[in-house]
């Protein structure tokens, strides 16, 4: 551990938007830019699919494990989606920031709201900032949805009736990144980061002493 690490809690920076946006390429492009910000490795139920490492793109979990994590609050956040079971660990995201590591979460709108009710009066309380990560258009939205070429007409119609639900919710953020050009959108994510490494909540001891 640094000297700079011995003298700051972490930041947890929480990342969300509707599908669509280019969110998840926004922080992959964030975390090669920013070598000491850690990302926050989901768990699944889902089966690992070719190439995926465990521990790397996910926790990969069966059912009965999840289960039990999930009965001993292990869970910050947790979905069920498709069938298949998601969850961000507390461990994840407590133990580098208490350590002053920075963390990056890449989860959607319901999955923030529940890591905000479960931060509150904890030691993460102040050390959490919210990023809403918006399209520049719905039209945009589709467009991009189309372009994965991945789902029938139904799906699509599901998806972007969820967009215009999530994007109602974005003054409950502590910031807005909108999506019209990715580089620009990738530097926002960074000054925002770099701003909360600023934070006075941050601090556990006054910076100028001790040397």
Known sequence: MTRHEERRFGVAMVVSGPSGTGKTTACRQLLQRESGLRFSVSCTTRPSREGEVDGRDYWFLDEARFRAKLQGS?????????????????????EPVAAG????????VEGARQVRRNTENTSLAGLVVYVFFAPPSLREVERRLRGRGTEGETVLARRLGNARAELAVWRNYDYLVVNQDLTRAVD???????????LVA??????????
């Open 101 to 108: 590591r920075d963390v990056l979460l890449d989860i959607d």
């Open 188 to 198: 926002d994510l960074q000054a925002i980061l770099r701003a909360s490494r600023c």
């Open 202 to 211: 941050t601090c556990r001891e006054e910076p100028w002493q001790g040397d």
């Open 74 to 94: 292990s869970f910050l956040e947790h979905a069920e989606v498709h069938g298949c079971r998601y969850g961000t660990l507390r461990r994840e995201v407590e």
